[in-house]
């Protein structure tokens, strides 16, 4: 079965630093989705970024590139010039035909 | 971007009764539409995969007879939480696939059982 793993419960950064989440996973598929959420108070589930296991580039939306590291089944989420408005729920997430979630990493971002 | 419509957005009921609870893809069709569970500060847990016309299937130790779902057509499931009792209180969510890798969810229901 895949499950996915979220190390880190809480993660703290500074406005307008960069912070790092970390998460593995683990499957014996070759072809998959990894996915990062983004979970604020509101509780909505918000796409973050989407990396396609075939690729080896890493995906990068913005402010938000990931470091994929497939032999490693390692997916961590780099959050670059963070703000305020980041401070939110951090789920990584694995998808063959079904999603699976990890625990989630709590981000607080400090002014 | 794709939406996905969940109603109601927060219930509260009596113990022993039932709750229905919708979502809806409005501007696509979904072939596939799961169904989560999340536990205060805990994760999504998924409870039921659905497809169209068929079957759901159900998560180990998800009792499909207390959690009816039915996905009776390509923009509609539903969840019907039977004989609802306190330990059933949760936040549920469901999401929605048009058949690619991609998964829109809606906003989720949040269901207390007094």
Known sequence: AQTVTQSQPEMSVQEAETVTLSCTYDTSESDYYLFWYKQPPSRQMILVIRQEAYKQQNATENRFSVNFQKAAKSFSLKISDSQLGDAAMYFCAYKWDDMRFGAGTRLTVKP | ?114
């Open chain 2, 1 to 114: 971007g794709a939406v996905v419509s969940q109603h109601p957005s927060w219930v509260i009921c009596k113990s022993g009764t039932s709750v229905k609870i919708e979502c809806r893809s409005l501007d696509f069709q979904a072939t596939t539409m799961f169904w989560y569970r999340q536990f205060p500060k805990q994760s999504l847990m998924l409870m039921a995969t659905s497809n169209e016309g068929s079957k759901a299937t159900y998560e180990q130790g998800v009792e499909k007879d207390k959690f009816l779902i039915n996905h009776a057509s390509l923009t509609l499931s539903t969840l019907t939480v039977t004989s609802a009792h306190p330990e059933d209180s949760s936040f549920y969510i469901c999401s929605a696939s048009p058949g690619d890798e991609k998964l829109f969810f809606g906003s989720g229901t949040q269901l207390s059982v007094l």
